[in-house]
Structures are given as C-alpha cells and as structure tokens.
C-alpha cells in the first residue's frame, strides 16, 4: 500500500505539495444512489415537486459542490475545473447519480466528484424528505480516473 501523502514523517496533516507535477488532462466519474418508496419516485418522474424540479435543482447541487471541494474537504486543492457533469438513471428503486469532473492541471478531480455525487443525492433527500423520511443513500463510489502520474483507474 502507497504511504498515505496528507500526513508529514511525523503524523501532521498536510496539504500535499503539487508543484513539481506537470499539468495533465484529469478526469473522474462517481455514481451513487438513492432509494425511496415508489410513490416518491413518482414525484420524481413527474418534475413535480413541492419545491421544483427535483434532478434540475439537485443537478445544479452537485455542479456547484464540486466548484467548492477544496471548501468542504480541508486538505483538497482548489482545481480550476473544466467541466462538471451530473446525470440520472431512474430504476424500481429510486435515482442513480453519476457526475464527471474535469480539469487541466496538477492533481486530479476524484474528490471533486465524489463531492458533487453526494451532494446531489443530498439535495434529491432534501426535496423530497417530507413526503418520505425512509429515503438511503448508498453505494457512493469512484468509478474511474485518468491522468496524472499515476494513470488511468477503472473500478472492478
């Protein structure tokens, strides 16, 4: 297993110095879910919610979740992102998110769409948790990754 590189040789967390790479076309995709009673997903396909348009308003969540990575998640560089794209698959069971994230630069975009993932079917749980308290969120996982030093990653 690789060291783990937000810690110094004496156990202090840090912010890992990216200087010396070169910039590289970066991208990764996450998905997520998230579960509801069928009456719920109704709502959902019917872009008639209480309070909007759920996938539109959770979509714009998770763009602008991943535009603010580096605020939420401390040790995160601030990444000048190239594109930001959040899409659903509606199933029996409820929505699944997927959102890639690109940049041109020195460290990669895997946190960028974790955090948009997540916040998207956060935002889906908030629009729709009057009608439905039982929702889950599960399954938030990097599906793949390319660029860097390190190379490409496909989840298995």
Not at 30 to 53: C, F, H, W, Y
Not at 111 to 126: C, F, K, R
Not at 143 to 153: A, N, P, Q, T
């Amino acid at each position: 297993m690789a060291d783990l590189t937000h810690f110094d040789a004496s156990g202090n967390a840090r912010m890992v110095d990216v200087s010396g790479k070169g910039e590289s076309n970066r991208v990764a995709v996450a998905e997520g879910r998230i579960d509801m009673q069928p009456e719920t997903l109704e709502i959902v396909k019917s872009g008639n919610g209480k309070k909007g348009d759920v996938l539109a308003v959770a979509r714009i969540a998770g763009i602008m979740a991943a535009k603010r990575t580096a605020d939420l998640i401390p040790l995160c560089h601030p990444v000048p992102l190239t594109r930001v794209a959040v899409e659903f698959e509606l199933d029996a069971k409820g929505v699944i998110c997927r959102a890639g994230a690109e940049t041109v630069g020195r460290t990669g975009v895997e946190m960028e769409a974790l955090t948009s993932v997540s916040v998207t079917l956060l935002t889906v749980y908030d629009m729709l948790k009057a009608v439905d308290r039982g929702m889950t969120i599960s399954g938030i996982r990097l599906l793949e990754k390319r660029g860097g030093v390190s190379g490409d990653w496909h989840a298995g």
